[in-house]
DNA sequence: TCTGTAATTGAACGATCGCTCAACTATTGT
DNA sequence: ACAATAGTTGAGCGATCGTTCAATTACAGA
């Protein structure tokens, strides 16, 4: 062994991570990555290799967030459906506030930079398949459960749950009223009725 | 009078919006753009000011062959509510093609620069309120005709298909299988019913 | 207390960024 | 034919891009 590091990992990519939802991939350059993390280029190409490497690694920490957000959603409530309902209400009134307009980190790399880079787009397509499994997981319970109708198709819900997801999160880059992303949650979430 | 000038400002427009439409924003530098449009870096300055300015050119001309393609599938349809759907379904079937990936221009401009750009927020939400509108008003023309029931709210359903379109072009960015994206549109069509 | 090893530092690299401009060319009105 | 005017050209500007690396520093094992 020798000189351990100085940084908390979890630390940096953090800071990395909304650096990069903030300002998407492109407009973050390796400068205000070094002010954001408070790390010289050199120990960032040390620990990720290149600004895409950090990149990846920012994209998994982001995720990891995601799920365990969604996971507590679904667990917190009374019956499957009822978290998926609670979920959505609350990325309605997520998607008014201030913050909305950074949209969904993993939203934004499909549109930015998916297209032209295979790595980033598997590594997002992961993710994303993660997040729908959660839901497929909570439909197929709720359905076992008498919650939601027999004639329903989970698998095809599901993937209209993700859908929406992605358009409530365009929704909020928008500057959209209150009224209009409750609206719109209201909407979609008929669709499990 | 003097000199006039040598290209059809449309056909700029055009290679301008593949470009920007191709690869983003700023991964779209000036050096591509002299590449795609053919002309050289002191024409283009000259006639469209800088780099936003010729992307906010290149986005109204977008815009306008958006709308332009609404108001024909609307038109061209048999009743309001048949032209939504066939619209929806094109959009579905588009989503699993080849060009998916490149999402739609407007979409992708709200999430990678109209956060950090006033001037073009205010243009890409102007574009996205016109075709909302094309929208709003099948829909209470459908009311009127009886094709679409009494108790639906024509607003509450046009911002919600605004918000499918979204979700459906973030979808396109997935590489998703052809009855995925056609299982999405037909949910989010039972909306209507 | 040394020695070996790994992390840190920050100056600086070549490439590319958006953009400018003086020289040149083509077209107009007289 | 001749100014006057406007579009075209492309070399090249300063700034910033992602990245590298030799020198330095701090810690683990013997």
Redo the contacts with the bound molecule.
Sequence with gaps: ???????ERDDVLEKAMQAFWDQGY?A?????LVDATS?????I???FG???GLFLAALDHYAQQSVARIKRALADADTPLQGIRGFFLSMGREAAGEHAGRSCLLVNTVLEISRQNEMVQKRVNRHLADIEALFLHALKTAQANGELLPDKDPKALAAFLMTSIWGLRVLGGTKPAPARTKAVAKQLLTLLD
């Design positions: 062994m020798a000189r351990p590091a100085q940084f492109n973050t350059s390796m400068a205000s790390l010289k280029p050199g120990s190409y040390a620990a290149s600004k895409e």
